[in-house]
């Protein structure tokens, strides 16, 4: 079993189980918790500093999101996303995402457009500074919250998962490359189209977005 060297400290400001389950998130964006390998939860409560039942609880956390799966008196292994996995995650997404995008452009006010702003700038700049957990979080705000101008909850849930099964592959990669920032970029693009009322381009920027962010995953 592997042991995690890097972590972030674990204080009493929020519950133990969220701060582990964003720093296992962090590991697992790093490379530290390596696909196929198997961790138990009080090795990695060692780690940490504390007992093992949070850290058991963020696992379970990650597992609801197929991050990680059980394995049975040993811990949990970390789940190897494969070409096929990503390539359908992204099919989905496209068909949720494109045309969504399109009707927010035609009907969501201007305001509510504008407030998503300061997010898609926040993911510019955390992909500068290399903060891979301050993108994906941004990130994930700018797409669900502009699908939840859409009105449909279950839509926001539906792609939310998918995210959390699909994200995390070879951002680091990506990084190291300088390949994030263009993606990135994207985002301020796609609000500008919607901000001018060009329904047809937000839905052509978007299947770009979605077909560049899968392109880049396949290069890692």
């Not at 702003?117 to 669900?144: K, N, Q, S, T, W």
Request: charged residues 30%.
């Amino acid at each position: 079993m592997g042991r995690l060297q890097r972590r972030a400290p674990i204080t009493t400001t929020e519950r133990l189980r969220d701060q582990v389950a964003h720093a296992l998130r962090a590991a697992l964006i790093s490379g530290e918790l390596r696909p196929g390998e198997v961790y138990s939860a009080p090795g990695l409560a060692e780690d940490f500093g504390i007992s093992a039942t949070p850290v058991r609880e963020a696992m379970l956390d990650l597992a609801r999101e197929g991050l990680v799966e059980p394995v049975r008196n040993k811990g949990f292994r970390i789940t190897e996303v494969n070409e096929r996995d990503l390539d359908q995650y992204t099919e989905i997404r496209t068909l949720i995402e494109v045309p969504v995008t399109g009707r927010v452009a035609r009907t969501a006010a201007r305001e509510d457009l504008e407030a998503l702003r300061p997010i898609a700038e926040e993911i510019v700049r955390a992909a500068r500074d290399h903060d891979l957990i301050g993108y994906l979080e941004a990130d994930r705000r700018f797409h669900l919250t502009l699908l939840g101008l859409a009105g449909n909850e279950r839509l926001v849930e539906t792609v939310g998962d998918l995210r959390k099964r699909s994200r995390l592959y070879g951002l680091t990669g990506l990084d190291e490359r300088g390949e994030l920032i263009p993606s990135a970029e994207e985002h301020l693009e796609l609000l500008e189209l919607m901000l001018a009322g060009d329904a047809e381009g937000a839905e052509a920027c978007m299947t770009r977005h979605l077909g560049h962010v899968r392109s880049l995953w396949a290069r890692d």
